[in-house]
């Protein structure tokens, strides 16, 4: 609420998302083969209209839950599938499993987890170029600009063969070129260095906000020919346009059950067991406190 407000006031439209994990098949799955849920992979949800918000956080919800959480909360295809109405989805970075597979020149891997998406998500499923690079890269850098170039190839060519639009992903961690010292000083002093998520670099990466001239630039530097990034530019525009949406604040609660009647009862049953266990098992005074477990509860209900 305060985001949307804040960009209420500079005159932003917001756009609802989050990044999601999700496994290839399920937790159990993962549990059995040891995985410790590294085998998960990202993707980005857009919420379009108010299902979509709906169903983003009703996904975010449903990855915490026990049988869902390995390692970090996850979700997988069936569960995607349940609540995809109303989102737009894309395939996630560099550290996604699709990127592997480009990585190891693995099409056809690269193939079926985009036919799982495509599945899941159908014309709403887009696919990320993105334009992350170290400029300068020294010899330890090579590799990840190496990765990031054939992870981008892969995805031009699985696109125009399955039929994948493209978006662009300007990975921006900060405003302004100039202040990528400071940005790498935050985020040494903020990260453990043995638990990183991304690589860390004492050089200078692509990763700040860029107008359109410099996305096409950067983007060639992959071999991404212009005007494949002018379309997935125009493509990520599109649904940044299409994504209308609004926290609208109600006085209607959460359910857990299909009427007001049968959450009502649910209610009733854990006060049962409390006021047993805190009150008949410990020999308190059984009307002195039903008394007033009657009158609170009647309040709240």
């Known amino acids: 609420m305060d985001w949307q407000k804040a960009c209420a006031k500079a005159g932003i439209k917001p756009v609802f998302g989050a990044e999601q994990r999700w496994l290839e098949f399920n937790s159990d799955t993962s549990r059995e083969n040891k995985t410790s ?11 379009e209209d108010q299902r979509g918000l709906t169903n983003l956080w009703t ?3 449903l990855a915490y839950e026990p049988e869902n959480f390995y390692g970090k ?9 349940a609540h995809a109405e109303g989102l737009w989805a894309s395939d996630g970075c560099g550290l996604t499993r699709f990127a592997g597979y480009a990585e190891n020149d693995d099409a056809e891997r690269c ?5 799982i998406l495509l599945d899941i998500f159908g014309d709403r499923f887009y696919s990320e170029l993105h334009t992350f690079q170290i400029i ?3 010899p330890d850098d090579l590799a990840l600009n190496r990765k990031l170039t054939k992870m981008n190839l892969m995805k031009v060519k699985l696109a125009a063969e399955m039929g994948v639009p493209l978006v662009v992903v300007n990975d921006s961690h900060y405003s302004q070129q100039a202040q990528w010292e400071e940005h790498r000083l935050v985020y040494d002093l903020s990260t453990q260095a043995w638990k990183k998520d991304q690589v860390d670099t004492k050089g200078q990466a692509a990763d700040w906000l860029m107008n359109e001239e410099e996305i096409t630039y950067w983007l060639g530097k992959h071999g991404i020919r212009a005007s494949v990034v002018s379309e997935a530019i125009a493509n990520t525009r599109m649904i940044g346009e299409r994504c209308n949406v609004e926290i609208k604040p109600t006085l209607s609660m959460p359910r857990l059950y299909p009427t007001d009647a049968e959450d009502a009862k649910a209610f009733r049953r854990s006060i049962e067991e409390g006021f047993k266990r805190f009150v008949l098992d410990k020999g308190l005074p059984e009307k002195l406190y039903r008394d007033r477990l009657e009158y609170e509860s009647s309040l709240i209900v």
């Open 37 to 47: 849920g590294h085998d998960s992979s990202h993707i980005i949800l857009l919420a």
């Open 73 to 81: 909360p996850q979700l997988n295809p069936t569960i995607m599938k």
């Open 111 to 115: 193939r079926m987890e985009w036919g």
């Open 136 to 138: 300068d890269p020294g």
């Open 59 to 61: 996904l975010s919800s």
